[in-house]
């Protein structure tokens, strides 16, 4: 089995205060958790059924990186 690594962009509900994980490279796939350690594997969950249920031959998106922007308000 090959094994892939995935880039994980990670945010703070501000109302619930958990963790939201999306992964870049694979639209639509997130999950939430209270604390890092659950939000690992629980992404980790999610990859997995991601695979199961929606990848195919089709390529995947290449995630290049984060920019970040400042304006002023």
Same mark, same amino acid.
């Given at each position: 089995? +090959? +094994? +892939?690594?995935?880039?994980?962009?990670?945010?703070?509900?501000?109302?619930?205060?958990?963790?939201?994980?999306?992964?870049?490279?694979?639209?639509?796939?997130?999950?939430?958790?209270?604390?890092?350690?659950?939000?690992? +594997?629980?992404?980790?969950?999610?990859?997995?059924?991601?695979?199961?249920?929606?990848?195919?031959?089709?390529?995947?998106?290449?995630?290049?990186?984060?920019?970040?922007?400042?304006?002023?308000?």
């Amino acid at each position: 089995m +090959k +094994k +892939k690594t995935f880039t994980v962009i990670v945010e703070r509900d501000t109302e619930s205060g958990w963790l939201v994980g999306e992964v870049a490279e694979l639209p639509g796939c997130y999950t939430q958790a209270p604390d890092l350690h659950g939000l690992e +594997k629980n992404i980790q969950e999610a990859i997995r059924e991601y695979h199961h249920v929606a990848v195919g031959n089709e390529p995947l998106p290449e995630f290049i990186g984060t920019l970040r922007v400042g304006i002023a308000v």
